[in-house]
């Protein structure tokens, strides 16, 4: 799944500024990034290939769980490697998987994602930890 060394994330966000923000905190943060703006959009990009996987939960008519509800079809423990963007807390995510609460700050992504892949965060916490802590 690594690209060059680098740990490789798919950002999934209906809005192109979003996807853009959380695309060059990643970036700057050692991982290869690659973006989609709806579901289909990230199925096309074999989103089972990536070791993180972004998705916002609103994307436009779309929701961010059907992305994950069929990816979980195919790799039931896709959850791991998920982090779910919310502008809600009332928003409901299962259980299984991390989410970040809207708004964020850009290190809050950076070590959202690098605990997915077991990598050291910006904030000092172990790798691993926090899985389900939502910030916000």
Do not use: Y
């Not at 919310?86 to 809207?102: Q, R």
């Amino acid at each position: 799944m690594r690209t060059h060394g680098r740990p490789r994330a798919l950002v999934v966000d209906d809005q192109e500024m979003i996807r853009l923000l959380a695309a060059r905190v990643l970036c700057d943060g050692g991982w290869s990034v690659e973006t989609a703006g709806g579901v289909a959009e990230a199925l096309a990009l074999r989103p089972l290939d990536f070791d993180a996987l972004v998705i916002d939960m609103r994307l436009g008519a779309e929701r961010g769980t059907e992305l994950l509800a069929a990816l979980r079809l195919d790799d039931p423990l896709v959850p791991r490697r998920c982090l779910i963007l919310s502008g809600a807390s009332t928003d409901p995510a299962p259980d299984d998987v991390a989410v970040l609460l809207k708004p964020f700050r850009a290190d809050d992504l950076l070590d959202a994602v690098n605990r997915l892949s077991g990598r050291p965060t910006v904030d000092g916490d172990p790798p691993g930890g926090g899985r389900r802590r939502r910030t916000g």
